[in-house]
């Protein structure tokens, strides 16, 4: 339960920042459109992902002694510059929601963009393959690691998707981004400071 819950926590706090799939899906939820596909484009996509680190990760970190040491490192500062670009979106502010005049896209059209966002992203690669992949290695259970994680990537983007009428309002004002955006950097430091201490 221990590896279940740190890898559900790393893998929500990891997927919380805003990005340009998780603004498109916020969009795609506010309009009602093609919502169910896209929420399950996003999440199975990080189902894979999360499964590949996991499971490459260890093996690797095995077969050369020092990697995971290296991984470790290379991750918290991923995630310091991580945490620094939400800080300085939260300095600049000026983001806010708007989902009004566009036109409805096809399902295809939104297959399609909502595959683009999730496969051609370098940052989903460095969040589940590697920093997933070598902080699973710290816990004897990396399975229900995994699983943790896949289970936060489901409920984020299902809740997203589906939730995302109720943020309307919220999200059509340029502070409630600031905060996230505070929120989201103070997770990523600090989960680069547990990294750095050893986990």
């Known amino acids: 339960m221990t590896s279940f819950l740190a890898g559900f926590s790393l893998g929500f706090s ?38 590949a680190g996991v499971a490459g990760f260890g093996a690797l970190a095995r077969a050369v002694p020092g990697f995971e040491t290296v991984m470790r490192f290379g991750g ?12 300085a979106a939260a300095w600049r ?32 690669y460095l969040d589940t393959v590697v920093l997933l992949g070598s902080v699973s290695a710290q816990y004897p259970a990396r399975t229900a690691f995994a699983a943790g994680a896949i289970c936060a990537s489901f409920t984020f983007f299902f809740s997203l998707g589906y939730g995302a009428r109720l943020l309307a309002p919220l999200f059509a004002r340029p502070a409630a981004w600031r905060v996230l955006d505070v929120v989201v950097g103070a997770t990523m430091w600090a989960i680069a400071a547990k990294l750095v201490a050893g986990g």
Do not use: K
């Open 93 to 124: 502010g000026g983001e806010r929601l708007d989902s009004s005049g566009e036109a409805r896209h096809s399902l295809r059209g939104v297959v399609l963009t909502v595959v683009a966002l999730t496969w051609l992203n370098p940052h989903v």
């Open 14 to 51: 990891l997927i919380l920042a805003i990005g340009a799939q998780n603004a498109f899906v916020l969009r795609q939820g506010l309009r009602r459109e093609h919502v169910l596909a896209t929420v399950l484009i996003c999440a199975l996509s990080d189902a894979v992902l999360i499964a």
């Open 76 to 87: 918290a500062a991923f995630l310091l510059w991580y945490g620094a670009r939400n800080f």
